[in-house]
């Protein structure tokens, strides 16, 4: 749906006719009329400026709908969220910019209006101008409202795949939250391998644990990095204060963890939320739709029973022996008047 | 994701480690193994104890199982050691020992503690059964998986709902049909009685 600027057909149309129906008289004012841009002065320009606008409002339609698109793709893995941010940028970059030039234009009109043209034609033009403002005004809300809307899918769609990935990868999520604390496993490995060099508790556990400690494969490439540093630092000096605050840490993430936890319940029940207003949205609308089916149905009874008693009526009246007898008593009369003729 | 043994430890700051009561879960291990490994367990739970300061959480891995200790401290001086594997994730393991130190405290009283051959705790042994499913051990945990499951009902249930919308839009279109059909049959069996005398 892009703008194409037809104009120049539009000429060498109205010149054909021109030249086919000879009409010289009104010749001036259509010549008047189609060399608008001839024309000096606001009139233009305002055309110009709204003709602006709505090239720009279209363009972003485009861009939105290619959003929409990105948007709605539902793969795990090929999401382009760099490209679907930047997309998002630029468009709320246009709606901002031609919110400002419908603002532009609306004071300009108004400076139109107050620098005053009474004459008939000039009131015809204000009106004009007033619609067609409104009209891009309206045409920028939509575009808005849509964008809005595609926003909203693509927070469903990562939400709903970021609850995928956690399905796929639990373990993983699980291995991940065990990596904080086997930070902490090192460092009290080291304190127990620095404190056990002055108070031997047995022959096979120090170097159980020694041995743990630098031959151990790590879960992830953090862990593996701690582990070089605190076998440094625990090996070489008791690095007291290092580690009293790397326990503070661990107490730490203990509540964090539970923190967590209990904000992603929170999370939960906040959706589990906004799913039940929806539900109750779509009965309500639904509610309607019922309505108007009992409305018909009370309306197919009324009818059916209706014709049910005229149809009684019919077959009371056809089975009563008053017309019966006259049209006996008159088909014997024709009869015996034909006999008499013949 | 197994629980191997739980133990309530008295834990003076100063003085011995003693096991007030424990429990094991070696159905793991083949018969042999079970001796070896339940003293390795009680070695390793007096010992994490040990290194455990007052008031302190710490999980503590040795080969393949690791220890979670919360020192209570507290009046009854208590800590709690339980030793799983790898994979039982840490949160419900310290939320577990705060729940049996608590019920350990409740059920059996401190004059007690002295005699750690003479204290009956058989809970535990239920504690560590029952809490093999970490799920059931941590209130979070549960409360999680109940959302997750109460979400996909009621997913399912929009889109009944959606179905439902659809149906009624089918039975709304039958339900015209059917009044304009029943017009006109009104209209025919009132045009039978109205005109037509002669009939």
């Known amino acids: 749906m892009s703008v194409q600027d037809r104009t120049n057909e539009f000429k060498a149309c109205v010149e054909s006719i021109r030249s086919r129906s000879s009409l010289p008289s009104h010749a001036d004012t259509k010549q008047r009329l189609l060399q608008q841009d001839g024309k000096p002065g606001p009139k233009s320009e305002f055309s110009r400026m709204a003709s602006a606008i709505g090239k720009d409002i279209s363009g972003t339609t485009l861009k939105l709908s290619k959003l929409a698109q990105l948007a709605k793709r539902k793969t795990l893995f090929d999401d382009r969220p760099v490209e679907i941010s930047e997309l998002t940028f630029i468009i709320k970059q246009d709606i901002a910019g031609i919110n400002k030039k419908i603002a532009a234009l609306q004071s300009y009109v108004k400076q139109r209006n107050a620098s005053g043209s009474s004459s008939a034609e000039g009131k015809q033009i204000d009106e004009h101008n007033n619609n067609v403002v409104m009209l891009l005004q309206s045409k920028l809300a939509t575009t808005s409202m849509t964008f809005k809307d595609v926003l909203e899918v693509r927070t469903q769609n990562m939400k709903e795949s970021k609850n995928r990935t956690e399905q796929f990868m639990y373990s993983t999520a699980t291995a991940a939250n065990q990596a904080p604390s086997s930070k902490f496993f090192r460092l009290v490995d080291s304190m127990l391998y620095g404190s056990q060099r002055s108070d031997p508790m047995g022959d096979g556990s120090p170097s159980h644990l020694d041995s743990k400690g630098k031959g151990r494969a790590p879960q992830n490439g953090d862990v593996l990095a701690l582990d070089l540093n605190s076998a440094e630092e625990g090996g070489g000096a008791h690095g007291g204060a290092l580690m009293q605050m790397q326990m503070v840490e661990q107490q730490d993430s203990y509540i964090q963890q539970r923190s967590t936890a209990i904000e992603s319940i929170e999370t939960t029940i906040a959706e589990l939320g906004q799913i039940f207003t929806q539900l109750a949205n779509m009965v309500a609308e639904q509610r309607e739709t019922v309505q108007r089916i009992d409305a018909d149905t009370h309306d197919i009874a009324s009818n059916i029973g209706g014709a049910q008693r005229e149809l009684l009526k019919y077959y009371a009246s056809i089975s009563s022996n008053r017309w019966l007898m006259l049209k006996v008593f008159g088909v014997l009369i024709v009869f015996v008047s034909f006999d008499d003729f013949t | ?199």
């Open chain 2, 1 to 199: 994701m197994k629980i191997f043994s739980i133990a309530v430890v008295l834990a003076p700051p100063g003085g011995p480690v003693v096991i007030l009561s424990s429990a094991n879960d070696l159905s793991s291990f083949s018969f042999y193994q079970k001796g070896t490994v339940s003293e390795m367990l009680t070695f390793l739970s007096k010992t994490v104890v040990e290194r455990t300061q007052q008031g302190q959480r710490q999980s503590i891995q040795e080969k393949v199982y690791t220890a979670h200790v919360y020192n209570r401290g507290g009046a009854e001086q208590l800590a709690g050691v339980i030793v799983t594997d790898q994979e039982y994730p840490v949160r419900p393991a310290f939320a577990l020992l705060t729940k049996l130190l608590d019920d350990f405290t409740t059920k059996v009283p401190q004059t007690s503690f002295g005699n750690p051959s003479a204290i009956s705790f058989p809970e535990i042994a239920t504690y560590i059964q029952k809490y093999q499913d970490p799920r059931q051990a941590d209130a979070i945990m549960r409360l999680q998986q109940e959302l997750d499951e109460t979400k996909i009902i009621l997913h399912k249930t929009i889109e009944s709902v959606l179905q439902r919308g659809e149906k009624l839009d089918k039975l709304i279109e039958d339900s015209d049909t059917l009044s304009k059909q029943s017009q006109m049959f009104l209209k025919t069996a009132k045009k039978q009685n109205s005109c037509c005398v002669i009939m």
